[in-house]
């Protein structure tokens, strides 16, 4: 996994949260910060939020990957069907994302090929960079 920096700590919970679906504005109030310079990290700290954001969708992919076996297995082991075809396609989907996942992020703590800085940035955002 990507090595992170001093501010680490900060973007990789607000990296979390945003992966759980959280506003800007319930992640800036989550790690202190105003909600107007949490939702320029993706490109003003650019190269830090992607190595946050890598970390913490792979957690989540973690959890839904532990969750779905876990769910295949009390299919396999139950006389129901109905759920286990589409538990064990989740699984098998999950491994195949964390290992494009891994793929992306240099799989060894290397640096992130993903380039948002290319992507637009907020509306009244004066510009992608620092």
């Known amino acids: 996994m990507p090595e992170l920096t001093d501010i680490a700590p900060i ?9 759980d679906g959280k506003t800007w504005a319930e992640i800036g109030e989550a790690v202190s910060r105003d909600e107007e310079t949490v939702r320029h990290w993706p490109y003003k700290r650019a190269d830090e939020w992607n190595k946050a954001l890598v970390i913490a969708i792979d957690s989540a992919l973690g959890t839904i ?3 779905a076996l876990i769910v295949a297995r ?3 082991r139950g006389k129901s069907n109905e759920r286990g075809p589409g538990a064990r396609m989740l699984l098998e ?3 195949k994302l964390r290992g494009e996942l891994l793929k992306v992020s240099g799989g060894d703590g290397g640096p992130l090929t993903i380039n948002i800085e290319q992507a637009e940035p907020p509306a ?4 992608p960079g620092d």
């Open 65 to 67: 990957e532990s969750e």
């Open 93 to 95: 989907h999950t491994r």
């Open 124 to 127: 009244d955002s004066d510009e």
């Open 74 to 76: 009390a299919m396999l």
């Open 11 to 19: 973007l990789l919970q607000a990296a979390h949260l945003k992966v």
